[in-house]
Nanobody
Framework: EVQLVASGGGLVQPGGSLRLSCAAS????????MSWVRQAPGKGLEWVSA????????TYADSVKGRFTISRNNAKNTLYLQMNSLKPEDTAVYYC?????????WGQGTQVTVSS
């Protein structure tokens, strides 16, 4: 059974930092592209970042480029998202996501609130 468990969210002041983690199980983690997706209050889903399985190359949404860093530890089956210079507009529930044979699997989400 595919499981994704996200953690690390919380309340942070503007300009602060957080690191999200996503612990994966039930599949060969190192074989798959992993993504972070977020949903702000009252808004739709927004893709944030992705990291390839083979070369570790990364891509980012323009809204987070230069502030967020995605990474993975294949030995620990864990995906990370380092978020720096956080803004109020980064407030959202953050989900880790994987697509396996055309099926989307999502973690339960972790709440990030950026507020003074």
């Amino acid at each position: 059974e595919v499981q994704l468990v996200a953690s690390g969210g919380g309340l942070v002041q503007p300009g602060g930092s957080l690191r999200l983690s996503c612990a994966a199980s039930g599949f060969t983690f190192s074989n798959y592209v992993m993504s972070w997706v977020r949903q702000a209050p009252g808004k739709g889903l927004e893709w944030v970042s992705a990291i390839n399985s083979d070369d570790g190359s990364t891509t980012y949404a323009d809204s987070v480029k230069g502030r967020f860093t995605i990474s993975r530890n294949n030995a620990k089956n864990t995906l990370y998202l380092q978020m720096n210079s956080l803004k109020p507009e980064d407030t959202a529930v953050y989900y880790c996501k994987i697509v396996i044979i055309g099926h989307d699997y999502w973690g339960q989400g972790t709440q990030v609130t950026v507020s003074s």
